[in-house]
């Protein structure tokens, strides 16, 4: 899953074309879907034609450097879509909102949240009364409002953040059982953690596409790494190795926006 903090400001980049197309300014969020409907995107013609949209069922992938999208048709005006602005006029807000319980317990307020390939609410960050930080998974969320969020009553819907946020746990096995010295001590085997599908399948589905793409281009300008190490001078080709060693540099994207 993906945070909203993350999400923001990415650039879109479209397989195709090899273009970037834009960047993420915003997230509309479905209330009655618990979801994230579309991107709202700002492109360098922003100021003269507005903001546009990219409907999240466009996404290719969603990775750590970029979001990846078909072709530039995936990303429209806003007014070519009536549902989702409907959404932008409701104008949902999930950060900063009020946390209650169905009873009308206040819990604290929604500091960051994240989304799922699909663009589920998958979680939300709770920061509460005293500064603690807290944990409530998508499916005890029972309603996404304009500025409250209600959440069920079971207290173990909010979880430690740390929890949540996948740092090692250590688990108390309870007393051993006392054996004789003859016997072969008992090994317990521990549950083996079960994959769970993240959008990094996405990011290499991404990376294989382009890489195909940027093979025998040109480089229209030089690309270095971070430590003043030239990856490909401006003409140069673009081999596998250049590619490789744009990826090892994280300039797999600045590489294929100059082709």
């Keep these: 899953m993906k945070k909203n903090s993350e999400i923001l400001g990415l650039p879109v980049i479209s397989i195709t074309e090899g273009s970037e197309l834009g960047r993420v300014k915003c997230l509309v969020i479905n209330a009655a879907k618990g979801a994230v409907a579309a991107m709202v995107i700002e492109d360098d013609n922003w100021y003269k034609v507005g903001a546009k949209l990219l409907p999240f069922a466009a996404v290719i992938g969603v990775g750590d450097n970029a979001i990846t ?23 949902v807000k999930v950060i900063g909102a009020k946390v ?3 009873r009308g317990g206040f819990q604290g307020r929604v ?8 663009g589920k609410i998958g979680s939300c960050q709770i920061e509460g009364p005293n500064g603690e930080v807290d944990q409530i998974q998508g499916q005890c ?7 409250i969020l209600i959440i069920s009553d ?22 051993t059982p006392t054996t004789n010295n003859t016997t ?3 090994v317990e085997e521990m549950p083996q953690p ?12 991404f990376e294989e596409k382009q890489r195909a793409y940027l093979l025998g281009k040109k480089a229209t300008r030089r690309i270095e790494a971070d430590n003043g190490v030239v990856i490909v001078e401006q003409g140069g080709e673009i081999t596998k190795e250049v590619i490789q060693e744009a990826q090892n540099a994280g300039k797999l994207v600045e590489l294929s926006m100059n082709i």
């Design 69 to 91: 999208v078909e072709n530039s048709s995936s990303i429209v005006p806003i007014a070519h879509d009536q549902e989702i602005e409907k959404l932008l006029d409701a104008n």
């Design 100 to 102: 209650l319980t169905q």
């Design 111 to 118: 500091s960051e949240y994240s989304v799922d390939e699909t």
């Design 141 to 147: 969320i029972r309603t996404f409002g304009k500025e």
């Design 154 to 175: 079971d207290k173990s819907s909010v979880t430690p953040d740390s929890i949540v946020q996948g740092e090692t746990v250590t688990i108390n096995p309870g007393p």
């Design 184 to 186: 072969n001590p008992v």
């Design 194 to 205: 079960v994959a769970v599908e993240s959008s990094d399948d996405s990011v290499k589905k």
